[in-house]
C-alpha cells in the first residue's frame, strides 16, 4: 500500500507541476500582453512640458494672481496662489529627472511670503513679496538658461471677462 502511494506520488507530482507551469506560462503571456497595452497607452499619453505648464497654468495664475491682490479680494488671491503652485507641483511630478523639478524649491520662500501677506490681508507686503517672486520666475529662467524668458509685474489685465 505504501509502495503503491509512493508510486502514485511519483508519477501525479511531476503531472502536476507540469500543469502549473503550464498554467503559469499562459498566465505569464496574459501578464506580458497587459503590461504592453498599457505600455502603449503611457507611451501615447499626453504629459504637458515645462514650457506648456509656464504657459497655461504658471504665467495666467501669476497674472491673476496679481491682479486679485490689487484689487484686495483676497479670496480670488489665495485661489490664485493655490493654482499657481499647482503648476510648480506639476512640474516636481512629471519632470523629476529634469533640473526644473530641483531648482523649483527657489521659488518656495516667495511663494510662502504671498500666502502669509494674503491670510494678513496686507496689501503693501501683497505687493512686496509680489515683486520678490517675479524676480525668482528670472533668478530661475536664467539659472536654466532661459534667461530670455523674463517675467514681469503684470500692467495690463489679459482677462477682461473674469471680475478681480
Ligand atoms: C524651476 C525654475 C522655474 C521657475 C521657478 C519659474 N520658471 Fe518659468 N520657465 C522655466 C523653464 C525651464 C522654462 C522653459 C521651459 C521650456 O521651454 O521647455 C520656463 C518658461 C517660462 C515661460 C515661457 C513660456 C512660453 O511659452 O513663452 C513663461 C511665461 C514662464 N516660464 C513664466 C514663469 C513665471 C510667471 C514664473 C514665476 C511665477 C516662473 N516662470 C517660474 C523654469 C522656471
Known amino acids: 500500500m505504501k509502495r503503491l502511494s509512493l508510486i502514485f506520488l511519483s508519477l501525479a507530482l511531476p503531472f502536476s507541476i507540469m500543469v502549473g507551469c503550464e498554467q503559469s506560462g499562459s498566465e505569464k503571456v496574459d501578464l506580458k500582453t497587459r503590461i504592453d497595452s498599457l505600455q502603449n497607452k503611457l507611451n501615447s499619453s499626453y504629459i504637458p512640458g515645462t514650457g506648456a505648464i509656464m504657459n497655461t497654468i504658471v504665467q495666467p495664475h501669476h497674472l491673476k494672481l496679481w491682479f486679485a ?3 484686495k479680494n483676497w479670496a480670488l488671491a ?3 496662489r493655490q493654482e499657481l503652485m499647482g503648476g510648480f507641483e506639476k512640474i516636481q511630478k512629471y519632470h523629476k529627472d529634469k ?3 530641483t531648482a523649483v524649491a527657489m521659488i518656495f520662500p516667495a511663494m510662502d511670503a504671498v500666502e502669509k501677506a494674503i ?5 503693501a507686503a501683497f505687493k512686496n513679496n509680489f515683486v520678490v517672486l517675479t524676480n525668482t520666475c528670472n533668478t530661475c529662467h536664467k539659472a536654466l538658461k532661459y534667461e530670455f524668458n523674463v517675467i514681469k509685474v503684470p500692467t495690463t489685465n489679459s482677462f477682461g471677462n473674469q471680475s478681480f
Open 99 to 101: 533640473p526644473e523639478a
Open 78 to 80: 489665495e485661489y490664485e
Open 119 to 123: 491670510r494678513d490681508k496686507d496689501a
Open 69 to 71: 491682490g490689487q484689487h
